[in-house]
C-alpha cells in the first residue's frame, strides 16, 4: 500500500510540473498613442470641447482581445489582450485627433476641472478580430454633439470599416485595428470641423 500511495504522489507531482511548464504567456498590445499630425488654423475658435467615457459593451471594458465566430458570435482571445481596456484607449486617442487639428480652445475628458461649451459623446460599438471574408480589424464608432447652452444634440456621425490585415499573425490584426481607430477617428474629427464651419459659434465662452 505504501508503494501505491508513493507511485500516485509522483504522478500528481509530474502532471503539475508538466502543467506549469505548459503555461502559456500572455502577450499584450497597445494602440499607437502618438500624437497625430497637426493641421491648425489662423486661430481656434473660442469653443472648450469636453469628451465623455465612451459607452460600450463589457467585451470592449476587458483588456481581451475580442474576435468574432461567423455573424453572431464573439468570443475572446485567453492570452492575447490589450495593456489596457480599448474603450478608455479609444477615448484618449479620440481627443488626441479632436486637439490635433488646432481647432479649439480646449479638449479635455469630462472629467476634468474644465467648463465646456460642447460634449462629445458616443458609443463604441465594435472592435474587434474578423477571419471572412478576410483577416481584418473592425471597428465601429458613433459620437455625437451636445450644446450644453441649448441642452441638446447638435450634430451625429458614425464611423464603420473593416481595414484588412497584412498578414495572419495576432499583430497583423492588432496594427489593422491601429490603422482603423486613427483613420476612423480622423474622419470623425473632419467631419466635426466642417460642422463648426456651417455652424460658426456667436458668443462660445468657457470657463475654467
Request: net charge neutral.
Amino acid at each position: 500500500m505504501r508503494r501505491i500511495e508513493q507511485a500516485i504522489l509522483v504522478v500528481v507531482l509530474a502532471g503539475i510540473t508538466a502543467g506549469c511548464g505548459a503555461t502559456r504567456p500572455v502577450k499584450y498590445y497597445v494602440l499607437d498613442m502618438g500624437s497625430a499630425p497637426a493641421v491648425a488654423p489662423s486661430a481656434p475658435l473660442p469653443i472648450s470641447l469636453l469628451v465623455a467615457r465612451l459607452t460600450t459593451a463589457h467585451l470592449y471594458r476587458d483588456d481581451r482581445i475580442v474576435y468574432g465566430a461567423g455573424s453572431v458570435q464573439l468570443g475572446t482571445y485567453e492570452y492575447e489582450r490589450w495593456a489596457e481596456p480599448p474603450v478608455g484607449m479609444i477615448q484618449d486617442l479620440l481627443i488626441t485627433s479632436l486637439r490635433s487639428t488646432g481647432q479649439y480652445r480646449s479638449v479635455s475628458h469630462i472629467g476634468s476641472n474644465f467648463r465646456g461649451n460642447y460634449i462629445i459623446r458616443g458609443r463604441l460599438i465594435a472592435f474587434y478580430e474578423v477571419d471572412k471574408p478576410e483577416l481584418a480589424g473592425r471597428f465601429s464608432i458613433q459620437i455625437s454633439l451636445f450644446d450644453s447652452k441649448a441642452g441638446m444634440d447638435v450634430w451625429s456621425d458614425s464611423y464603420s470599416h473593416d481595414e484588412p490585415a497584412h498578414g495572419k499573425t495576432m499583430l497583423d490584426v492588432v496594427e489593422a485595428l491601429d490603422r482603423n481607430v486613427r483613420a476612423g477617428l480622423q474622419q470623425l474629427a473632419t467631419n466635426l470641423g466642417q460642422y463648426f464651419a456651417s455652424h460658426p459659434p456667436q458668443t462660445a465662452t468657457a470657463q475654467q
